[in-house]
Nanobody, 118 residues
Framework: QVQLVGSGGGLVQPGGSLRLSCETS????????MAWHRQAPGKQRELVAS???????IFADSVKGRFTISRDNSKNTVYLQMNSLRLEDTAVYYC????????????WGQGTQVTVSS
C-alpha cells in the first residue's frame, strides 16, 4: 500500500519559516519525482516545487529564493523548507510522487495546512 504522509504545517507569522516533510512508503522512492503542490481557498492547486531522483529542481516563480526542496533517498522523504513566508503562502500543501518512467503512476499525500497570519 502506497502512503505519502505529510507533516510540519502550522501557523506562522509573516517572515517566518516552516519545514514540511513527506515520508513515503510502498514505492521505490528513487524511481519517483517528488513535488509539493498547494491549494489556497477558492484557487486551483498549483505546483510549488519538484525534485527528480537525479536532483533536478523546479520552483514556481512565486517561491523562488524563499523555498528550497530536498530529498533524502535513505529515508524515502522529501522536504520543503519555506522561509520568508507571506500571507499569500497560506494554503494546504500536498506532496506528490510521480514515477519517472510511467507518468500515470501518481500518488498524493493527505495535505498539511500552512497558515501565515499576523
Amino acid at each position: 500500500q502506497v502512503q505519502l504522509v505529510g507533516s510540519g504545517g502550522g501557523l506562522v507569522q509573516p517572515g517566518g519559516s516552516l519545514r514540511l516533510s513527506c515520508e513515503t512508503s510502498g514505492i521505490i522512492f528513487s524511481f519517483y519525482t517528488m513535488a509539493w503542490h498547494r491549494q489556497a481557498p477558492g484557487k486551483q492547486r498549483e505546483l510549488v516545487a519538484s525534485i527528480t531522483s537525479g536532483g533536478a529542481i523546479i520552483f514556481a516563480d512565486s517561491v523562488k529564493g524563499r523555498f528550497t526542496i530536498s530529498r533524502d533517498n535513505s529515508k524515502n522523504t522529501v522536504y520543503l523548507q519555506m522561509n520568508s513566508l507571506r500571507l499569500e503562502d497560506t494554503a494546504v500543501y500536498y506532496c506528490n510522487a510521480e514515477h519517472k518512467f510511467y507518468s500515470q503512476l501518481i500518488y498524493w499525500g493527505q495535505g498539511t495546512q500552512v497558515t501565515v497570519s499576523s
